[in-house]
């Protein structure tokens, strides 16, 4: 009877104790927002990042990069683009160390193309003028990068990916599309809290 009493205790004692580890690993901070102010200073690009880890070594969130540039009729480098991630951690800190990631980002970009107008004997009837034209386009890509949290929760990122973009809204047009790619970088500070 004493084996049995001392069996079941040492059992509840254990699982305790596991409780308890695990009750102390969840308490870490879970929430990452970050900033790249390299691009905001060379480029009027603001590239920001939220994300949630949920475990030890994974997180998911969002990177959003957002053009304010010119809008001016001939500015072909306006875009806008939302990447979701799903990261995968291979370092010793909670979601920190190097990892890989997989995302898709959701592209939107103004392109631009001549329109010309021909008459029926296929000559030209009035002079081409440039036309823009918005994109929206949806891909799928790989990245890599490296965390680092410090003891006051501030969080450095250094990471890029690279994407390959589908879809078009020029389907009803004769426009050839030779700019598939695209990525996501972030050289960037952050906070966890």
Not at 150 to 166: D, H, M
């Amino acid at each position: 009877m004493k084996k049995t009493i001392s069996f079941f205790a040492l059992t509840f004692l254990g699982i305790t104790g596991i409780y308890a580890q695990t009750e102390t690993s969840t308490s870490e901070r879970k929430n990452d927002v970050m900033i790249s102010p390299i691009e905001l200073i060379a480029s009027p690009l603001l590239n920001i990042s939220y994300e949630r880890i949920f475990r030890e070594n994974m997180g998911v969130g969002v990177n959003g990069m957002f053009y304010f540039g010119n809008n001016d009729r001939y500015d072909d480098s306006a875009f806008s683009q939302v990447s979701p991630f799903y990261r995968m951690y291979f370092g010793k800190k909670y979601g920190a160390g190097f990892f890989v990631e997989g995302f898709v980002p959701i592209t939107s970009t103004k392109d631009y193309y001549y329109n010309y107008v021909y008459n029926d004997y296929s000559e030209y009837i009035s002079s081409p003028y440039y036309e823009p034209k918005r994109r929206t386009t949806v891909g799928i890509g790989i990245g890599l990068g490296g965390k680092w949290v410090t003891r006051n929760n501030i969080v450095f990122e250094v990471s890029g990916g690279l994407a390959r973009r589908f879809g078009s809204n020029y389907d009803n047009y004769d426009f050839y599309d030779g700019d598939n790619l695209t990525g996501k970088g972030m050289l960037g500070i952050g906070y966890r809290f």
